[in-house]
């Protein structure tokens, strides 16, 4: 991986722990999650004007990739109903590496140096560590981690197919502003039936809508970007390095208490980044 890539896939990551740390911060968190991607769609709207016209190939994976999206967002916030997301959602940052990595060796054919995969499987194994530091009281909620196992499925899904779509479209701006307004359109409908009221909350939260929005479209458009000029498999381990930069924030901002559990799993995650940076020019 170059260190151009290397280094826009780690200002994605930092944006990326951004926008979840106003989620997280929020009071109502399904209209805070609702507002975030209403304010990506927005951006992208501003910005389709700008983007080149992507190969019309692309469209299966598009709208594949919408669909996988949705999937994500709507589990996403019933992860947060249910349960201590600081504790489970870790998971599914933690499962998404090593699957992409898997179907890029069995189904793609990529193949990876011993380094590099020594390298996805620390930042896996550290942040999925992270997950059993974060309750004082010992409990692990079965439920809960169910569905953050569910959410990295969907990670990896959209990770593999937004990444070969934005190869076959031959533009990462356009491919992902459409993918962002077709998102939203679907996730205002489902939410309009699902759950009235929703997408009224949401756009309530302008700050939200505005930064996090933001924020979000700029952090996984530069992942596409990385997508196109990196193999999936090593961009998405990379990018889960956010929930360093997650609990940087928590300790720094929201006086999150740090322990020693905490640092041996960020100093596991990054020691893995930087391997990954190491494992290929």
Avoid at 79 to 94: C, E, H, K, N, W
Avoid at 150 to 172: H, W
Avoid at 220 to 232: D, E, K, S
Wanted: glycine fraction near 12%; proline fraction near 4%; charged fraction near 10%.
């Amino acid at each position: 991986m170059s260190g151009t890539v290397f280094a826009v896939v780690l200002l994605a990551a930092a944006l990326h722990a951004g926008w979840n740390a106003l989620v997280k911060g929020g009071a109502d968190k399904a209209a805070a999650m609702a507002a975030v991607v209403i304010g990506q769609g927005s951006a992208a709207i501003l910005l389709l004007p700008f983007a080149p016209i992507p190969d019309p190939a692309c469209w299966p994976y598009l709208l594949g990739g919408v669909l996988l999206h949705l999937g994500y967002q709507l589990f996403l916030m019933k992860s947060y109903s249910i349960g201590d997301l600081t504790q489970v959602y870790p998971i599914a940052r933690g499962v998404a590496p090593l699957i992409v990595a898997g179907v890029s060796v069995l189904l793609l054919g990529v193949r990876f140096s011993q380094v590099e995969l020594l390298a996805m499987g620390l930042i896996s194994v550290g942040i999925a560590s992270i997950s059993l530091t974060r309750r004082a009281d010992g409990l692990f909620q079965v439920k809960a981690a169910g569905l953050a196992l569910i959410t990295g499925m969907f990670i990896a899904s959209y990770s593999l197919v937004d990444g070969q779509g934005a190869r076959i479209a031959g533009t990462a701006l356009g491919f992902f502003a459409l993918l962002s307004i077709l998102n939203t359109v679907g996730f205002v409908l489902v939410a309009a039936v699902a759950r009235p009221g929703l997408v009224r909350r949401g756009l309530a939260m302008r700050r939200t809508a505005l930064f996090g929005g933001g924020a979000s479209f700029l952090a996984y458009l530069l992942v596409v970007w990385g997508f196109t000029q990196a193999p999936i498999a090593l961009v998405t381990a990379l990018r889960e390095v956010s929930i360093v930069f997650a609990l940087i924030l928590g300790v720094t901002i929201l006086r999150e208490p740090v322990n020693l559990a905490k640092v041996a799993s960020t100093a596991l995650t990054l020691s893995g980044a930087l391997l990954l940076r190491l494992g290929r020019s």
